[in-house]
Structures are given as C-alpha cells and as structure tokens.
C-alpha cells in the first residue's frame, strides 16, 4: 500500500490548492478524483458545442479566486506556470425588459455617475456604502477567511470588540443579518440600482428576502468594484494544470479515475482510503475530503466511526435551489438592445430581470418547486474579456439559471410547460432553455439567428457531472444563516476538523462555502503547516 502524508479525496479548486500548498510545503501528497478530469467544477471543454468554441462548463469568473490567500501565496509560481489573468474596468450591469441597463465599474466616480444618472442621489448612496463598508472591510473578509470555531475565530471577535465597542459591534453584527431587500430600498432610490444589485446575492445561495443576503450584496458590490472580474487567459484549465503540475513537480500525485469509497478508521483516526476497486492508499498525516456532509459522515465512514449525533446531522443537511447551464455557440457576437448595447456587449456578467421583485419572485417560485416564469438570466460573456474563447469574430455565451427547484419539478409558474413526474428530462430540460432564450432574444436582437449550436445542462446533469452538486445545487449545501458562518457545515461538527483525528472536511459545504475562493483549502493548510504550540510560544519570547 502506498502511503503519503496527505490524501485528498476530490479534485476541486480547494483540494487542489491546498495540495499545491502543501506540496511546497514539503509534504508528499496525494489527489484522487473519481472524474476523468480534475478540476471539480471547473471544466473547461474544447467543442463542447462546435469545433473551436471553448467553453467553461460550470465555473466560469474567477474573482474569488485572484482575492484569494491561496493565490497571493501561490502566485509566483502560477505566474510562471503561464496562469495569465485578463480583467475589466466593467464586470457586471443588468439589462432590464425595457432596454435599459445599469452598469457596476470598478471606478467609485463612474459608479456615482452611473447610479446618478439612474437617481440623483444614489451615486452618493454608493460611495457611503462603500466607504462605510471599507472602514471595516477587513474585518468582513476576515469573517469570510477565518476558522471561526478556533481561538482565531475568537480573536477576530476580541479585535472587533476593541476595535468597535460593545454598542458598535452589536450594530455591526445586526447589519449583517440584513436582508438584501432591506438594505438596498434603505440604501438606494432608484429601481434600477435595486436590479443591479439584487441578482448577486444569487451568486451566494441566497435569495433577496433572506437574513444576511444584504451584507453578502455589500461584500460583492464593494468586491466588484475592487476586483473586477478576472478570468483566466484560455480558461480555468490552464489554473487546473498548473496547480496539479506544482503537486506532481514536487514529487506528488493527482490521479483521476480514482473513487474514494471509504475513508480507514483505526483508534478514531484516519489512516488512509479505500477505493471502489479495492486499492487501499495510506495516509501518515492527514486524510482531507472534498465532499458534502451527507457523502462524508453517509458513505465514505462507517456507523461507529463518528457519534450517533454527528451522522444525524448530516442526514438534515440541506441542499439548496438546482442550477441550470446553457452553452451557446454563436457565429458574430451579439448585438444587445438599448441606449446601453456598446457596454453591454463588453460587460462579462450581465443579468436580465425585471428588477429586485422579479429576482424575489424567482427564487420563491423555484422555492415552492416551480419552473419560475421569469427566471433571473445570468448571461455570461467571457468572450468581451478573452477573444480565444472562440473562432475570430465568433462568440460564446454561458448562461446560468440560479432559480430552479431542489428535486422535483412540481409544476411550471408560467402555467406552459408539462413538467411530467417532476425529473429533469431532455424533453423538460430543452423546453425550459428554449423559453429561457426566448427571453433573452428580447435583449440580444440577433441571438437566434447567429446561434451555431447549444449544450443545456439540468441540475441532474450537473450532479452527474460532479457529486457534490446534489440536486444540481451548484452551492454545496443550502447558504441558508442556520447552515452558514459558525453552522457551516454542521453545528455539531463546526468548520473543518472532523471528529475523526486527522480527518478533515473541506470544500463547498464548508466554510466559507461555495466559490473558487479555495478558502476552505487554504485554512486547512494552514492548520497542518501550523507549528506545534511550544514552537510558537517559543517564537513569542523577547529577543527572538
Ligand atoms: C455550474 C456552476 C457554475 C459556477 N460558477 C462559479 C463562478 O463562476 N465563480 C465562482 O467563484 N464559483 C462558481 N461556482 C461555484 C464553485 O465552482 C464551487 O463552489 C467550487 O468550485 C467548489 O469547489 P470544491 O473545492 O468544493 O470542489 P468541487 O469543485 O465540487 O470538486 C469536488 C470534486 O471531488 C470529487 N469527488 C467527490 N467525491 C469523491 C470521491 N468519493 N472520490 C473521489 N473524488 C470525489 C468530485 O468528482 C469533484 O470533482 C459554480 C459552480 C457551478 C456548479
């Protein structure tokens, strides 16, 4: 049996840093990934729909991951590695249905002009937010980067405390659990800062109405102005590549085919894993799962290896709402609609909606299992930042639909759609994307007539893809406050150690949750690089 130090079970963005990590670290690791391909959810594939149009199959916006610690640690190497980062002045703006449009830049004065013109007074509205919000921004990052059930999680509460008093930090902690709604009506005048905003909080696996899902608005509305939105020059494949060439060129292993379908218990500790064709590999140090909680405490342990609370935990783990992908080749890029088609044919990531209502309406629609009648559209397009994303003068968009039901389909919104026993199949899966194009052939004038071909995935296909989407849940686990933060991904078993010794938890279902940000990768190589407890005081001593 071979035995490293470490073996991940999974390939995601979080194993794979951490790996690459620790591999730098000196430690000898081992990556196995049931997929053909590592990478997780993100995949990039060549000819998905046509012959030299490159596709990101799931994950396709790389801001969480160039804010990153992992990156800042790693990025020296990647950089050599020929992991090329290209961006924008202008990440984001929704197209509404009657041809206007609101745009986020990454300039504070353009976000006062553009939010002006919208409402006068809602350019200064943004700049408040932003600057209120950068007076404590790092204590938001912190909370979104920290092992919050650890002395550093208390220590970020203590500096919080210092920093604000007992009043402030009560406040502080209250416009936290603000509901989107909440604060972008108290926030901003006009409705079109309101469709703006209200569709990212999407992007975190929340919807408008629900606690906290107006503090994560701020954190991104303040993260795209800073960041933009990075992707990376001919796909993420080229970050997949390069992290598991830095885990192999130190002596490592990143196998595919590879099933994990047991995790070795002996004396409460994990000693390695078995795999679905009986190979056994051996773990001297740590044994690392990228999987949800139900896989974890379910499938990969056995009965007796975890308390009887724990493993009924997990069993109520929620999974949130399903995601539906839409490829589309198209052979000229698009004309939008509009006074504002210029910049929206540059924008990466625009939504179309109705407004902050039609995005609430949505979610509450997919909520109580329907096909929602006007989905939110985020339409992606990574050709405005990449040009090699397809044939010269040729064009890709990725389309994601956040607004879908968690299991069965029990009926259609619209009232239009037959939608069967309520699974996703090619019928009900095509009939969907062909009402969803529909729609956004209304922005885009000449979508159906440049349109070479399209690849629609369904929340089945997506968990067919990759296990951890369960439902299609692109998030990991419902983002729901009672399972975030501090509760992610079980009140009785809190961020990453596990009540097996040596056995970590990371990846999506845990915190910080969903995203290419690798931060629950990171905080876990930072635990096992820790140096003993005496090696730190000692360090402490003066003169040393
Ligand atoms: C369609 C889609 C679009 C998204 N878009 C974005 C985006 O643009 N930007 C962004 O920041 N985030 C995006 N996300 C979210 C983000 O991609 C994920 O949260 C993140 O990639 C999850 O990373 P992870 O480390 O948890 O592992 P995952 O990417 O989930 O990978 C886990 C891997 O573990 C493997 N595995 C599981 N069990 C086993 C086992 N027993 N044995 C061996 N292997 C196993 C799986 O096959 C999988 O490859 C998107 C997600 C999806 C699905």
Known sequence: MATHDAVFVGAGINSLAAAALLARAGWDVCVLEREEVAGG???????????????????????????????????????????????????TGTAFP???????????????????????????????????????????????????????????????????????????????????????????????AHGLLAPWVLHTGLGPDQATSGFMTQVIAA???????????????????????????????????????????????????????????????????????????????????????????????RYGRGEMQIHVALDAPPRWRGSRAAELARTPVVHVTPG??????????????????????????????????APEG???????????????????????????????????????ADRIVARLGESIENLAEETIARVVLSPADLERENVNLVGGDIYGGSCALDQNLLWRPLAQAPGHRTPVDGLWHIGASTHPGPGLGAGSGYLVYRELTRPPLARRLLARLPGR
């Not at 309406?361 to 994303?389: F, H, K, M, S, Y």
């Not at 040729?394 to 069967?420: F, N, R, S, T, Y």
């Open 41 to 91: 959810c993100i995949r990039t594939v060549e000819g998905l729909t046509a012959p030299g149009f490159t596709h990101e199959l799931m994950a396709a916006w790389h801001p969480l991951f160039t804010g990153s610690a992992a990156y800042a640690e790693l990025r020296d190497e990647l950089d050599r590695r020929g992991v090329e980062y290209l961006n924008t002045d202008l990440p």
């Open 98 to 192: 009657d041809g206007s449009a609101c745009f986020v830049w990454t300039s504070t004065e353009q976000n006062v002009r553009e939010l002006d013109a919208h409402s006068p007074g809602d350019g200064a509205a943004w700049q408040a937010m932003f600057e209120t919000f950068m007076a404590n921004a790092d204590l938001a990052f912190e909370l979104l980067s920290t092992e919050l059930w650890s002395a550093s999680g208390l220590g970020l509460a203590q500096r919080a405390l210092r920093r604000l008093g007992r009043r402030g930090l009560l406040e502080l902690t209250g416009r936290t659990l603000v509901t989107c709604r909440d604060w972008l009506t108290d926030t901003f005048r006009s409705q079109a």
């Open 223 to 317: 993260a795209l102005q800073l960041g933009g939105m990075p992707v990376p020059l001919g796909g993420g494949v080229r970050l997949v590549e390069a992290l598991c060439g830095i885990v192999r060129d130190a002596g490592g292993e990143v196998r595919t085919g590879a099933d994990v379908e047991r995790i070795l218990v002996a004396d409460g500790r994990a000693t390695g894993v078995r795999l679905a064709d009986g190979e056994t590999v051996g773990a001297a140090r740590a044994v690392v799962a990228s999987t949800t909680p139900t896989a974890l405490y379910w499938k990969l342990l056995g009965e007796g290896d975890v308390p009887a609370r724990v493993r009924e935990a997990a069993r109520r783990f």
């Open 356 to 389: 902050l209502d039609g995005v609430s309406r949505a979610v509450n629609e997919a909520e109580r299992g329907l096909l929602p009648a006007e989905a939110t559209i985020v339409c992606g397009q990574p050709c405005a930042l990449d040009p090699t994303r």
């Open 394 to 432: 040729k064009w890709v968009i990725w389309i994601q639909l956040q607004e879908l039901p968690a299991g069965q389909v029990k009926g259609d919104a619209a009232g239009e759609l037959d939608v069967g026993d309520g699974r996703w199949t090619e019928e009900l899966r095509e009939a969907y």
